[in-house]
């Protein structure tokens, strides 16, 4: 059962990287630092260290204004095109390490490949949807959404891993049928 629940939260915790890199980092060192919920083996516990707990949090405060500020929003996207899925992939390496039970190499790459998705889907469905539909003009506020739903996901990972599993396989199963819905519109034009 612990081996499935790690599992579950890997998911959970790189999914949300996906929207924030930085958010799911801190909520797990912070996690692992000041609570026995989580303890995390080497060399996932360097997470804990003090001075990467700052590093986190300035870049987290350089990453929220950056994703708030038309136009360097975009530039933000770009360069968080490689540092999300590198982040989703550290979260579940981190995660599944807890009982070692899962493979290094494969817990790496299935955060890439989850942190990855749900930035992809991000940065190439939502995004633009929401630039062309109001002119940018929500992309702060959508930002502002996306970073709560990031810190809820991370945080129902740690504690409630079985229902934020759940959450990401609607959310992804949504926007594939979404994506397909709209291409079978522009075909049927």
């Known amino acids: 059962m612990a081996l499935l629940t790690n599992i579950l939260s890997a998911f959970g915790l790189s999914g ?31 997470l804990e260290n003090p001075w990467v707990i700052g ?18 929003n975009h530039a ?5 095109t490689l ?3 590198t982040a989703g992939a550290i979260l579940f390496a981190a995660s599944t390490s807890v009982i070692g039970k899962v493979h290094p190499a494969l817990a790496l790459v299935l955060g890439l490949f989850v942190a990855g998705g749900v930035h992809a889907a991000k940065s190439m469905v939502l995004r633009p949807m929401v630039t062309a539909t109001t002119g940018g003009v929500a992309n702060p506020v959508v930002s502002f959404v996306e ?12 504690v409630l891993p079985v229902v934020i599993s759940a959450f990401i396989v609607l959310f992804t199963a949504f926007i594939i049928w979404w994506v397909w819905r709209r291409s079978l519109r522009a075909s049927a034009h």
């Open 16 to 46: 949300s990287a996906g929207l924030n890199a930085y958010l799911p980092l801190l909520i797990v060192a912070l996690t692992a630092r000041f609570t026995d919920l989580l303890q995390l083996k080497a060399p996932w516990d360097t």
């Open 55 to 72: 590093v986190l949090v300035v870049l987290l405060i350089i990453e929220f204004f950056a994703d708030k500020i038309p136009a360097v």
């Open 76 to 80: 933000n996207d770009l360069i968080q």
């Open 83 to 85: 540092i999300r899925p």
């Open 147 to 158: 970073d709560i739903v990031a810190a809820v996901i991370s945080i129902l990972a740690l």
